[in-house]
């Protein structure tokens, strides 16, 4: 099941994603900024634990952002990522976000969803919020995507 984050839910968001982090493969998230960001975090459970989890985050004028996308290691192949970033893209469209973006190093799993690649020259306010406050900037290897949402 597929439900907005809740407080409780803050530090085992936050040992998810962060064991992710630890090896590189996404940034890491403080409390602090779990806490902060909570009602961006949409959380997949399971048999009463936490899954998966994946945040939603408007950027700017119609676009959104799907950040922090992580499952848990057990779990992995069960079609839990793909459910939490469709139920991101259907949130952002329900807000009114014409296109969704994602930077990331699984580039395979956004291209089966619908994600093309898109110069990080066109998400300026992006990097000037987010990225030049990273310690990756301005060398971030990672790869932006782009999707459209459908209007209604």
Known sequence: MIRKAKIADVKPIQLIVNEYADQGQMLPR????????????????DNGGIAGVCALHISWDGLAEVRSLAVRKDR??????????VHCLREAKDLGAERVFVLTYQEGFFHKLGFSPVDKKELPHKIWTDCLNCVKFPNCDETALIIPLPRT
């Open 76 to 85: 992995i192949g069960k079609g839990i990522g793909t459910s939490l970033v």
């Open 30 to 45: 403080s409390l602090n900024e779990l806490y902060e960001n909570l009602r961006d975090f949409s959380v997949f459970e």
